[in-house]
C-alpha cells in the first residue's frame, strides 16, 4: 500500500479546519533559509556547468568521488532504480518506506521484503533505506560494503543520514563502484521538501545510466541555485544537527510522560510503540495535531518535530491531553 505522510488535507476532511500541527512527516521544520535567487533561475533552462556544479556541491557535503546525479528528488531515483536493469528478483529490507517495493513491483521485479539483513544476500537487486524509516534500524557502512559483494546490485537509501555523516556508505565509493546506487534527499534535512531535488550517487557507469534515463533539465533552476547554496554552507549543517538532536531528546521526553515507548527513528522524527496507534492518532487529531500511523502496525505512531515554541506547546497541551486518567 503506497500510504504517507504528509497528507493533512484527510485530517482536515475527518476533523476540521484550523490552526494544524503537521507531524507525520520527517522534515526539518526550521528550513534552511533562501539565498536571494537570480531571474535567470525562473527564465532560462538550467545550463549544463550549473548542475555540474551542484553535483560537485553534493560530492563534496558527502565527502564522496562518486558521481552524483540530480534529480527532482530521491522519489524520483526510486522511480529510476528499477529501469537499470532487466527485472529478477528484489528483496527490500522492510518494513520501510513503501516506494521502493511499489516502484519495483510495477516495473515488473519480483519483490519480498524481509526483516532480516543476512536475507538480502543472492539476490539480483537488494535496497536498505538507512537510517530506516520508521523504525530507525541502522546499518553501518562495513556491514553495507560487506553486502554488496553478495547481491547483484545494492540500493542503500539514505535519506535521512546527513546528520550522521559516519553512517554513510558514500566515503567508500568512488567512480569505479559497478554495482551500488546510494540516494539522497535534500529536502528532508534542508527543510525544503517542496523544491523537489535529491541526488543517486554511484558508479560511472551507472551513473551515466541514470543520467540518461532522468533526461535533460531534470532539475529546476530554482532547486540548482538554492542546493548549491545549501549544501556549501558547513556551519549551518552543524548547527542544524545541535538543533536536531536536542529536539529528539525533547520528543522523547514527551512521549515517555504520556507512556508511549519509543521503538527507535532519527534526529528528524520519532517512532513510538502507542498501544492502539489509530485510538491515538484520532486523540491528537481532534487538539489539531496530525501524526502518522501505517497499516502493517496496530501499535506504532510516528511523529515529526515541531518547529517553534508554539507547536511545542500545542504538542504539549495535546499530549497532556491524553495522559492516562485525564
Known sequence: MRDHGGDLGRAQACYGGGDWLDLSTGINPVPFPLPPLPARAFTALPA?????????????????????????????AIQLVPRLAAPGRARVLGPTYNEHAAAL??????????????????????????????????LAADELARLAARVGQLVVDESFADPEPEL?????????????VVLRSFGKFYGLAGGRLGFALSGAGLAERLRALAGPWAVSGPAIAIGRAALADGAWHAATTRRLIAAARRLDALAE?????????????????????AAAQAALAQRQVWSRIFPWSASWLRLGLPGGDAGWRQLEAALEGDRPGR
Open 105 to 138: 513491483g510495477a516495473a515488473g521485479w519480483q519483490v519480498e521484503t524481509t526483516s532480516a539483513p543476512d536475507d538480502l544476500a543472492g539476490t539480483d537487486l537488494a535496497v536498505v533505506v538507512n537510517p530506516n524509516n520508521p523504525d530507525g534500524r541502522r
Open 168 to 180: 554513510s556508505l558514500l566515503p567508500r565509493l568512488g567512480p569505479g563502484c559497478a554495482n551500488v
Open 257 to 277: 510522560a504520556a507512556g508511549w515507548r519509543r521503538v527507535g527513528g532519527t534526529v528528524l522524527f520519532r517512532t513510538y510503540d502507542v498501544g492502539d496507534a
Open 48 to 76: 549544463a556547468e550549473d548542475i555540474a556544479a551542484l553535483e560537485g556541491a553534493a560530492q563534496a557535503a558527502y565527502g564522496t568521488t562518486a558521481p552524483a546525479v540530480a534529480v527532482a528528488g530521491a522519489q524520483a
